[in-house]
């Protein structure tokens, strides 16, 4: 199916939830609707578009997502469920975030990661008073600062701080 061909974006990543799949370009999100061999244009949302394909991440909840603009869950149900709201103001989120921004998902404790910068997650070598991760509580529906978290440092000293996705390992 074509969605806004032409549209001066480019498809960023590509994801499935239920009979959805979810096409994220830069500004904009487009749901499709491909249940009973049928496909169609379900919703446009504008200003739900990534800039980075690990902004996206699929969990037993629908697909959650960040941009400068919030953090996003979509159930497949109804539009997507803008997390920050009333909870971070908009511009202590755009300030924080950047186009490297990166998402996970802890599923034991039901939590949604989100690094702000995957390149440089690590940025100092002592102790910081920079947030570099918010996460956030599926089960309370609040959010919580980690700060100096993220990255590691060798015993030489060298920082080793690009983080490229985040992955859950079952052992």
């Known amino acids: 199916i074509d969605v806004a061909v ?4 480019e498809i960023i990543k590509l994801e499935s939830f239920g009979s959805r799949l979810l096409q994220f370009k830069q500004n904009t999100l487009y749901t499709i609707a491909v249940a009973g061999g049928e496909e169609y244009l379900d919703g446009t949302y504008r200003n739900m578009g990534i800039t ?13 997502w960040v941009n400068d603009k919030g953090a996003y869950l979509y159930n497949g149900e109804k539009a997507p469920l803008n997390l920050i709201d009333g909870k971070i103001g908009l511009k202590e989120w755009s300030d924080w975030i950047t186009v490297n921004a990166i998402t996970g998902y802890i599923p034991k404790e039901k939590k949604f990661i989100v690094i702000n910068n995957s390149d440089n997650a690590w940025a100092t070598t002592g102790e910081t008073t920079d947030t570099d991760m918010y996460i956030f509580n599926v089960l309370t529906q ?30």
């Open 142 to 171: 609040s959010w919580n600062q980690g700060v100096n978290v993220v990255g590691f440092q060798t015993s030489d000293g060298t920082n080793l701080d690009a983080v490229s996705n985040i992955v859950n390992y079952i052992d």
């Open 6 to 9: 032409r549209d001066g974006e």
């Open 52 to 64: 980075h394909p690990y902004a996206v991440t699929k969990t037993e909840f629908g697909i959650f």
